[in-house]
């Protein structure tokens, strides 16, 4: 009966009774008052919004605490709320370990790259690696790879949309989810167009407070249930888990299967830790702040929040599999993506579930306009101003084109949610850690770091990891070749099973390209005769350790 | 000898600072502290995920009830990130910003000698 309500595709069925969960009219009535506030904040943020400093970097006039609400607002995706949720929730511990990386990895930023980072750049990620190299190539190769990496990141969250939208809103036929990922995009461009960094930060921040104190109450709610006990809301999970239950507080239920499992495991670890300090869009936060003082105190709050956050993620998802049940969970419209929603409306009814809905929207919403900024920025400010025009354009013409470029990225990531809509798109996001890990975080430590790293050196890492990160990819089991043992079904990106031209066995390919990214940078770096730039290192290295010379918040 | 007199006719107000010995304490205070700390919470960091992905039975030893040596170790991560997070911040806000601040003046004023 259920199964077939899903073939049907019925807006959330449950198993036990196939009753409508939840009201989307509630869901869509508390996200479009979310859209009308920070619509107002975004307008009147944007009075301000003259210079490329403004429209960029915020007039680098955010406090450490603002940057770290609004980093947490960036980085907690849909992907990693609703995502970590349910596979808490289906795989028990093995869920755990994703938020386990993804929070360790801030201490890369926080130690080797937040304020270096912020005292040596002015509004992108080549601004650092390009500052005592060779401009034009390294601002090349550091663009094409900051928008490779947004690419996906984008790709990822749009198509998310579509799932969401069946999930949240009731919304099944492919033109009517095609018809909100089109709305969310065009809002995203709006955001961006007018509130430029400014109230794209802004709506991270509103987003980050709502998500958290959202599901703060959910965990607490949860927990007040087992008489605040984590034991006992485990047992409470292992209980419904019936038959295997006891695998959900054992590591292995989802990595365990075999050897190559688990260095799939290990790989992907390896990319979650060394990824996130590499991901253009949060590095891009760090210049909306005066100082690098600043800049490590938005690493150390963004640190709190996230922590928090994902200790959150564990009652909840721990709370789902408890009080809702893993056969429910599967068997809704949106699969482990619904663990969360469905446990909002087992806890608090309509109202819950709207909000928790309407959140995930804005989370969307938030990180995808996040992205576009950085994106624009990457285009205009490196490859138009600094590639194209050698560095002589006017900032009014340089913001101009980014503008433009922000319609041009965001119609791109309708049209690219609308035609990923329903694919399996998942590791699109893990292709994003492992490129940024590959490609960019070598350089930017070289370059931080070794006095003798030059051009040849970061093009080879850039481009190696960049290319190989993403080679491996193709040719491994998540492209082509992966049939699932039960029911002969492709589990793949491409569907026909016929199709195989898997050869790399893992699904991740940090645990390669990573290596290989650092040990290009470093080979290609020996094998030049290029002579470093020593005046350009020193006023770097002392640059970025004192902040002097850096560029300072615009005042109005 | 002669090399260095000639060097420090041509070199820049940043490369003196670069050679102060103020500036070479703080960087090398810096890399004292960041380095073996990065090499700690990476090496803590893997020997989890390595515990995790290869020794099932250890991780899944009942402490208490439900509570798994594996899950105490996953919270373990979370405890030392933060402790991490505040020593750092602790460190760099005592020890290191009234040097760089120092410093900065003197080069944004065009003090240095």
Redesign the interface.
């Known amino acids: 009966m259920t199964a077939a309500a899903v073939a049907a595709g019925l807006p959330l069925a449950t198993a036990a009774t196939s009753e409508q969960v939840g009201s989307p009219a509630v869901n869509i009535g508390i996200f479009v008052a979310f859209v009308l506030v920070t619509l107002v904040i975004v307008f009147r943020a944007s009075r301000n919004n003259k210079t490329a400093a403004d429209y960029y970097a915020a007039g680098r006039s955010f406090t450490g605490p603002q940057n770290g609400t609004a980093i947490a607002g960036d980085y907690l995706s849909a992907a990693s709320f609703l995502g970590i949720a349910g596979a808490i929730a289906l795989n028990g511990?093995d869920g755990?370990?994703y938020s386990?990386?993804f929070?360790?990895a801030?201490?890369?930023a926080?130690?080797?790259v937040a304020e270096l980072l912020r005292n040596t750049g002015r509004f992108t990620m080549a601004d650092v690696l390009s500052f005592r190299l060779r401009q034009r190539p390294v601002r090349m190769a550091a663009a094409i790879s900051t928008l490779a990496v947004v690419f996906f990141y984008l790709l990822a969250q749009m198509a998310g949309a579509g799932g969401l939208v069946a999930l949240l809103l009731g919304v099944t036929s492919t033109a009517g989810q095609g018809l909100v990922i089109a709305v969310v995009g065009a809002l995203m461009i709006l955001y961006v167009l007018v509130g430029g960094m400014k109230g794209t930060t802004w709506v991270q921040i509103i987003k980050a407070i709502l998500l958290i104190a959202g599901s703060a109450v959910m965990a607490l709610w949860v927990l007040a249930q087992f008489g605040f006990n984590?034991?006992?809301l485990?047992?409470g999970a292992?209980a419904a888990g019936g038959e295997g239950g006891e695998a959900l507080?054992?590591?292995?239920k989802q990595?365990?299967v075999s050897a190559l499992t688990?260095?799939d495991?290990?790989s992907l670890?390896l990319a979650l830790?060394l990824g996130t300090a590499g991901l253009p869009h949060v590095l891009m936060r760090f210049y909306t702040v005066p100082t690098?003082?600043e800049a490590?105190?938005s690493?150390?709050w963004a640190?709190?929040l996230i922590?928090i956050f994902?200790?959150i993620t564990l009652v909840l998802g721990y709370g789902a599999g408890a009080l809702v049940g893993p056969e429910t969970i599967r068997s809704a419209p949106g699969g482990a993506n619904s663990a969360a929603p469905l446990l909002a409306y087992e806890l608090g009814g309509v109202v819950l579930l709207g909000f928790i809905s309407a959140v995930a929207f804005a989370t969307i919403l938030a990180v995808v306009a996040g992205l576009t900024i950085t994106a624009a920025a990457s285009f205009a400010h490196d490859i138009y101003a600094n590639v194209i025009k050698h560095g002589h354009v006017n900032p009014d013409g340089e913001v101009r084109v980014a503008r433009i470029t922000v319609v041009g990225i965001g119609l791109l990531a309708i049209a690219g949610g609308i035609f990923a809509n329903g694919q399996n798109i998942a590791f699109l996001v893990a292709l994003a850690f492992a490129v940024a890990a590959s490609a960019n975080l070598p350089t930017i430590i070289y370059s931080l770091f070794w006095r003798r790293f030059n051009t040849s050196g970061a093009l080879w890492s850039m481009y190696g990891g960049l290319v190989s990160a993403i080679v491996l990819i193709v040719f491994s089991p998540v492209v082509s070749g992966k049939v699932d043992p039960v029911t002969g079904d492709s589990l793949s990106m491409i569907r026909d099973t016929a199709v195989d031209f898997a050869v790399f066995p893992l699904s991740n390919p940090g645990i390669v390209s990573i290596p290989l990214g650092f040990l290009l940078g470093a080979l290609g770096t020996v094998l030049s005769r290029e002579t470093p730039d020593?005046?350009r290192f020193?006023?770097m290295?002392?640059?970025s350790?004192?902040?002097?010379?850096s560029e300072k918040a615009t005042v109005h | 000898m002669s090399e260095a007199l000639h060097t420090a006719e041509t070199?820049?107000d940043?490369?003196r600072?670069?050679r102060s010995q103020e500036?070479q304490e703080?960087?090398s205070r810096?890399r004292r502290f960041?380095f073996p700390?990065?090499a700690f919470?990476?090496t803590w960091?893997?020997l989890?995920?390595?515990l995790?992905?290869?020794a099932?039975d250890f991780?899944?030893i009942r402490v208490?009830?439900?509570?798994?040596v594996?899950?105490l170790f996953?919270l373990g991560?979370?405890v030392t990130?933060?402790a991490?997070?505040?020593i750092?911040?602790r460190w760099?806000?005592r020890r290191q910003?009234a040097v760089?601040?120092r410093?900065?003046e003197h080069?944004?004023k065009g003090e240095v000698r």
């Open positions: 511990y755990f370990l386990i990386g929070l360790v801030w201490l890369v926080l130690l080797l984590l034991s006992d485990l047992a292992v507080i054992e590591p292995g990595y365990g688990q260095l495991f290990i670890a830790v690098g003082q490590r105190r690493v150390v640190i709190w922590g994902y200790l020593l005046e020193a006023q290295e002392v640059r350790l004192t902040g002097a010379g | 070199e820049t940043y490369q600072v670069q500036f703080l960087r810096f960041v700390m990065t919470f990476l960091y893997f989890y995920a390595l995790a992905a290869y099932h991780m899944s208490t009830g439900t509570i798994t594996g899950l996953g991560q979370f990130t933060f991490i997070t505040m750092y911040a760099a806000n910003d760089a601040e410093l900065r080069i944004e």
